[in-house]
């Protein structure tokens, strides 16, 4: 994995104009922000390059316009961040992202400044990764910084197609690079027992992941959704669950592989059971607990039983790496969330190197009030995912060696 790539401690940026890929991707309301924790993640790297005397222009994506779109502009992450920093940051008010105003306001930088840029995604070549706009980025400035590990996973213009047009360094920003660090470690050298608890709706998203967590850890613990294709595979009644029918026989292949690795392969013993999805989701919803060898063929599954709870947290408890991603059940329920809080509770009790995995469970650790008992939470849902499947993500791949 990318572990030996430049980060902004191998920069000199004195008197130089940085170009800094974030994940200012934040959620909106009537034009304001709802959360900021992307943007604060983000303050170490641009603080240390403003330390530094570099001249910072700063880009990110935000939402999915397909063309410039007044609903999808960067302004208030401008107005944030001079909050956050303590000094103004320009808003490069552009729809060319890189247009005349652009090329003004960073014409007019001095050391330590901030010019923020519009949405990359007003740019169509953007997710195309093309030629043009690529040129554009890296004629603006001598170094670029790609701090944006929910986006590494993509080879758009702003993470990737950049860099092939830079004359300067390059390099990653301390989010991206801890974020390496725990998920690379994790994968690649874990302190052992190595536990990999998967969770989330549906097998065929995490096809690669288990089969590579599988060569990788000790313990692989299957909850959520995906749980029930397991259990069919395994020739039980699941009723009305959510099943991936293409995915059964891959099931089969993945329980036999870790009977012949000798790996522990912990799937549900009881289950959460409901006649009905709650509908809206945090709707009060009935649910009785029942052994998964005894579910009603008219039943829904939707959370993991007590008993499972404690098998899950024992086994976490042992361990020395633990990495999760995706939630036990349907969260968002309080009725439903007791499994994906017993797994929480369990990994905030450990003294291992607990990792989120960013998404769902990301959100869950954070809704239920445990995000600072994990050693570390991902900020990117696929990009984390795609890590470990043992994918090279783009976005690090071109970043130069040390």
């Avoid at 849902?381 to 994918?391: F, H, N, Q, R, T």
Wanted: negative net charge; glycine residues 8%.
């Amino acid at each position: 994995m990318a572990l030996n790539k430049k980060n902004v401690e191998n920069l000199q940026v004195k008197g130089k104009k940085v170009l800094v890929r974030c994940d200012f991707n934040v959620p909106l309301k009537d034009g304001s922000i709802t959360n900021d924790n992307r943007i604060v993640a983000a303050l170490p790297t641009i603080n240390k390059l403003i330390e530094n005397g570099g001249k910072i222009i700063l880009c990110s994506h935000l939402g999915k316009p397909k063309a410039p779109d007044s609903k999808f502009t960067l302004a208030p992450v401008a107005k944030r961040l001079s909050e956050l920093l303590s000094k103004n940051v320009v808003f490069a008010a552009d729809d060319a992202v890189v247009g005349d105003n652009a090329r003004k306001a960073i014409d007019a930088m001095s050391d330590g400044d901030v010019v923020l840029l519009e949405n990359t995604r007003f740019r169509a070549e953007e997710g195309k990764n093309g030629e043009a706009f690529s040129k554009d980025l890296a004629s603006i400035a001598e170094v670029y910084v790609n701090d944006a590990f929910g986006s590494a996973h993509r080879a758009h213009c702003s993470t990737a197609g950049v860099t092939s047009f830079m004359t300067g360094e390059t390099a990653v920003g301390y989010l991206m690079n801890k974020e390496i660090e725990f998920l690379g470690n994790a994968v690649e050298n874990p302190a052992r027992p190595f536990v990999a608890i998967l969770g989330g709706a549906k097998v065929a998203d995490k096809l690669n992941v288990i089969s590579n967590l599988l060569d990788k850890c000790d313990t692989l613990i299957i909850g959520g959704g995906m749980a029930y294709t397991f259990l069919k595979a395994k020739g039980m009644e699941v009723g009305k669950s959510l099943v991936d029918n293409e995915k059964l026989d891959y099931c089969k292949e993945m329980i036999a592989k870790a009977e012949k690795l000798g790996k522990n392969l912990l799937l549900p013993m009881d289950t959460a059971i409901a006649s009905s999805f709650p509908n809206p989701i945090d709707a009060e919803i009935p649910a009785e607990y029942v052994d998964v060898t005894n579910m009603p063929a008219d039943s829904l599954g939707l959370d993991i039983g007590p008993k499972t709870c404690e098998l899950f947290a024992n086994a976490a408890k042992t361990a020395k790496t633990v990495v999760w991603n995706g939630p036990m059940g349907v969260f968002e329920n309080p009725t439903l969330a007791k499994g994906t809080i017993a797994v929480a509770q369990a990994l905030a009790d450990t003294d291992a190197t607990t990792i989120i995995g960013g998404g769902d469970s990301a959100a869950a650790v954070v809704q239920l009030g445990f995000a600072d008992e994990m050693s570390h939470i991902s900020t990117g849902g696929g990009a984390s995912l795609e890590y470990l499947e043992g994918k090279v993500l783009p976005g690090i791949d071109v970043i130069q060696d040390r």
